[in-house]
């Protein structure tokens, strides 16, 4: 079979300089990941024997021999087998006089314990784990930065197209159908543009056999199903489909990683507030931008706050939904918790939701949340010749509501002994006369709503009591009470400071 031709570009993907230094870069080590097959074997042989461009900026060069190090991951899934692939690539490493490390992973209680349980997620997840980890030790032996390291994998071209088809096969988008990247953080796979009989053909030139694992053959697996049924036939009308789809990849991966970057700016643009697992956009203007990138914006914004969320296009397009029906709310699997009210997206990871916070507050004195904010609090006189309700309405408008001066007095505290406060959340039929509407009642719900809180932040809102059944002064950044509001006979100054971390 023909040769994969590589695709030069001017493109930022293909020709980023990594970070750290030239003599860094050239000096970190370099795991090859070996199993024993054709592909693997060729790597081996290959960084061992000739030029390889793994990403550092050189392009093709030869890689010194005490840089490299070989990993074998036994997946303890082919019994002898699996351990005469351990004997194979370790005689073959040392036949190189390269170092050898082998670890053994039980892969089948990995995947039971994972939900779905697929088996060749989880030998994919503990091979890549395991190299990280090598990667990372061999950095601190070798004294370079982590990031320095490469992790070198045996990808071929055929392998992309096959992955190509698998994607396309489940249903993907942009990312699914870029296939497998050349380069992704500190992993690299220098041999996508050969195919696997090149490398065949190469081993057998020198000599040198493989392994062959007997459920690459089992047609049950997508992979093998796609490689033994799909692909074969698409060759009888193009010879040279492998090499077509891997341009096909290359083209994508590029547009992908731009719109990524398109993306990630407009995500920063909408965003209104970010917490530790909570992330809140603007609804109304994502609404506006065009779909293709209002996709990518959820899609990264629901990832930013549960990575581990099970998201699939379909719950994009739902928060999509949501998003241009200007209200609704939806619970992505393993994910996170998405509501759209007041033109606000709100997005939560499921573990982060906030316990109820009700507590005393000293004053003066300062009360610690569990996100990071502060309630404090402290008395202050009056100024000598100062009108205090219109000194309490300057400060006001100068914190933006996020500090209030309120009567000491009125609100029950001791200006020479001071007192405490109560800090509680929000409740059912909680009601309160809120500032300027001249002593008139209203449900503190109904305030809350015309504030246009979100109902998913209200569980966060500090409401300040004079005592655990009294009432309120202060719903924190929204509004205070009438009846502690500053007034001609007011002689000492409540302050009350919602603290946004420090």
């Not at 293909?14 to 030239?22: L, M």
């Not at 982060?352 to 008395?379: K, Y």
Request: aromatic share 4%.
């Amino acid at each position: 079979m023909p040769s994969v031709s590589r695709r030069y570009t001017t493109g930022r993907s293909r020709f980023a300089r990594p970070s750290g230094r030239p003599d860094e870069e050239r000096s970190a080590p370099v795991v090859l990941m070996v199993s024993g097959g054709a592909d693997s074997t060729a790597l081996l042989v290959l960084a061992a024997t000739s030029a390889l461009d793994i990403e550092d900026g050189r392009g093709a060069a030869r890689i010194a021999r005490e840089r490299l190090h070989v990993l074998h991951v036994n997946h303890g899934l082919r019994g002898l087998d699996a351990y005469e692939d351990e004997e194979f690539v370790r005689d073959l490493a040392a036949r190189f006089g390269i170092p050898c490390t082998i670890r053994r992973v039980d892969v089948a209680a990995l995947a039971a314990s994972t939900p779905g349980g697929n088996v060749e997620n989880a030998g994919r997840e503990a091979r890549y784990a395991e190299a990280g980890r090598l990667a990372n030790e061999l950095s601190a032996r070798f004294g370079t930065p982590r990031s320095a390291a490469r992790i070198v994998t045996a990808h071929t071209a055929d392998d992309r197209a096959e992955t190509f088809l698998m994607n396309a096969i489940r249903g993907t988008g942009a990312a699914g159908l870029s296939s497998i990247p050349r380069r992704r953080n500190r992993i690299v796979r220098p041999l996508l543009d050969r195919t696997h009989a090149e490398l065949c053909d190469l081993l057998r030139m020198r000599g040198i056999v493989w392994r062959e694992d007997s459920t690459n053959e089992d047609t049950h697996y997508l992979r093998a199903f796609v490689r033994h049924e799909l692909l074969p036939i698409a060759r009888e009308r193009n010879p040279r489909v492998v090499a077509s789809l891997s341009t096909t990849c290359d083209i994508l991966s590029e547009e992908d990683a731009y719109l990524t970057s398109v993306a990630a700016r407009v995500l920063r643009e909408l965003t209104r507030r970010e917490a530790e697992g909570l992330v809140v956009l603007d609804a109304a203007r994502l609404a506006a931008t065009e779909v293709a990138i209002a996709r990518r914006v959820v899609r990264q914004a629901i990832l930013s706050v549960c990575p581990e969320a099970r998201l699939e296009a379909r719950h994009v397009a739902s928060v999509l939904g949501r998003v241009a029906a200007g209200e609704g709310s939806l619970t992505v699997p393993m994910g996170a918790d998405v509501r759209v009210e007041h033109g606000l997206l709100a997005i939560r990871a499921r573990t982060s939701l906030p316990a109820p916070v009700a507590a005393w507050l000293e004053v003066p004195g300062r009360l610690e949340f569990p996100d990071g904010r502060a309630l404090t609090a402290r008395v202050l006189r009056v100024p000598d010749g100062t009108d205090a309700a219109a000194h309490a309405r300057a400060h006001g408008l100068e914190w933006e509501g996020s500090s209030v001066l309120l009567d000491a007095v009125a609100a029950g505290v001791d200006p020479a002994r001071g007192g405490r406060l109560w800090v509680d959340v929000p409740h059912a039929g909680e009601v309160l006369c809120p500032l300027g509407m001249h002593g008139q009642s209203k449900k503190l719900s109904d305030l809350l709503g015309e504030a246009r809180v979100p109902l998913s932040e209200r569980a966060l809102l500090p409401v300040v009591h004079t005592s655990p059944t009294g009432s309120v002064v202060w719903v924190a950044g929204v509004r205070a009470d009438e009846r502690v509001r500053c007034g001609p006979q007011t002689r000492w100054l409540l302050e009350l400071t919602l603290v946004v971390g420090d």
